[in-house]
Nanobody, 124 residues
């Protein structure tokens, strides 16, 4: 079992930045591809970004490319999401996710473990 706990969400103005963290416990995250999904009110949960077990490969949804950066620190069992140039359409609950393998084709049904989510609200 892997427990994932997100932090760092909040309210920010358009154009601002936030850094989300996902702290894992139970097992080392080095066994897993890690990523972030988000879910806006009335919408399905969607893929945002993923990073390979080694951290060498990263994947992004087109909507966040060039603005978001995912990274991981396996020694700290933590994954990060740096979000810059935030837009109102980025408003959502952001969920940390772990899976045996994760790339840009990841879907919610392929995820083994989820965090509880953290709210990100971007005001215009």
């Amino acid at each position: 079992q892997v427990q994932l706990v997100e932090s760092g969400g909040g309210l920010v103005q358009a154009g601002g930045s936030l850094r989300l963290s996902c702290a894992a416990s139970g097992r080392t995250i080095s066994r897993y591809g890690m990523g972030w999904f988000r879910q806006a009110p009335g919408k399905e949960r969607e893929f945002v970004t993923a990073i390979s077990r080694s951290g060498i490969s990263t994947y992004y949804a087109d909507s966040v490319k060039g603005r978001f950066t995912i990274s991981r620190d396996n020694a700290r069992n933590t994954v990060y999401l740096q979000m810059n140039s935030l837009k109102p359409e980025d408003t959502a609950v952001y969920y940390c996710a772990a899976a045996t393998y994760m790339d840009a084709s990841a879907v919610p049904s392929s995820i083994a473990y989820w965090g509880q989510g953290t709210q990100v609200t971007v005001s215009s």
